[in-house]
């Protein structure tokens, strides 16, 4: 992987509650860390993955870039959860155009809109498993509305949008160019950020199934909301500690321990649903990453419900990183945070 002056690009994840930028260098050494950082994003500015705020937000982006002195403006962003559809499906064919044509008469019934409102991908993945005459091939449907809207967002923000990404293949994408022994086993790479957990059953690099469902740390926020009757600015200040008269911290942890407890039951519902399916490979590592990382006892209930090895991802471990420029304090913190930024610095502008 080399990046020419020309093609390298910053990689920018517009989170739900957290915008992270990511920027690399390679180098005879190898990889370089060389800018990062994350900046909070106001409740509401983006809700079920659409931009509520557009100005606000892309002056969020304008100030992250400024302060972390980055003057790249060629960025590669990524979008999920409501309005992406991926799919594994099996087609006849891996002639190009005969696929093309099969794969665009059958999107229609895989996708919950309309054909002419989302912008159509898909990547061959293989033989089936169930038949040597057909192929597994990956679709990826987005909102031609969704695409649009991001696109507006960082021109607003005085950046040119390159690629617009998956979060999930972001993800994975990180996750290859991480050290990881044992790549054979079967691996789920779980994201539980803001507002979405994103899915990915793993076996030696290629994806068997994605999912993304609609649970993530701001339930946390909502409940609050709804037993205490406060605002979500509130709330967020509870969780941040600074109104322990409104809420105290017991009541929150008693809270976040319940979700830590559903999102584990759900994740293993559909592990469960994966592994009784054709496959029947057992999930032998979890690696977990998003701010859900940080929601106590969630570790510990995926490890009673699923008997695999949990770890928490940590990006940074493919990079040499300046511990001057980036203390070890900020690295633990960041590290679970930032998967998808750098999955998306690590594209270039002429990958598809
Ligand atoms: N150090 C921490 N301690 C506790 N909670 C944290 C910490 N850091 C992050 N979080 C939680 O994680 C959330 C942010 O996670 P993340 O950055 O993965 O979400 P996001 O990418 O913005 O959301 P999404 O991908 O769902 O749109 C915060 O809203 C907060 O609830
Ligand atoms: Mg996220």
Redesign the pocket.
Known sequence: MIFGKKDHLVGL????????VAELKVTGKGLVLHKFG?A??APGT?VE?RVVDMESLANDIRILFKSQKIREKNVAIST??HSVVIKTITASTNLEKELHDTIYSEAEQYIPYDIDDVNIDYQVLGESEFSPDQINVLLVAVKKDLVAEYIDLIRLAGLNPQIIDV?TFALQNTYEIIPYEAREKTTLLI???????SLNVLKANSSLMMRDNVS???Q??EEIVSQFDVTIDEAQEA?NGEADDIVSQDKIREISLKLAQSWSSEICEVVNTYQTGANDEKVEKIIL????V??EGFKDYLLSELDADVSIMNPFEAFIVDEKKFPDSFIT?AA??AP?AIGLALRRVDDK
């Open positions: 994840d517009i989170g739900s509650s957290f915008i992270k994350m909070p994003i983006i993955g999920g959860g979060d994201d539980v950020g803001a507002s979405k957990t993530g740390t701001n946390i926020l969780v990453s998003g701010g859900g940080f929601i913190k679970p945070l998808i």
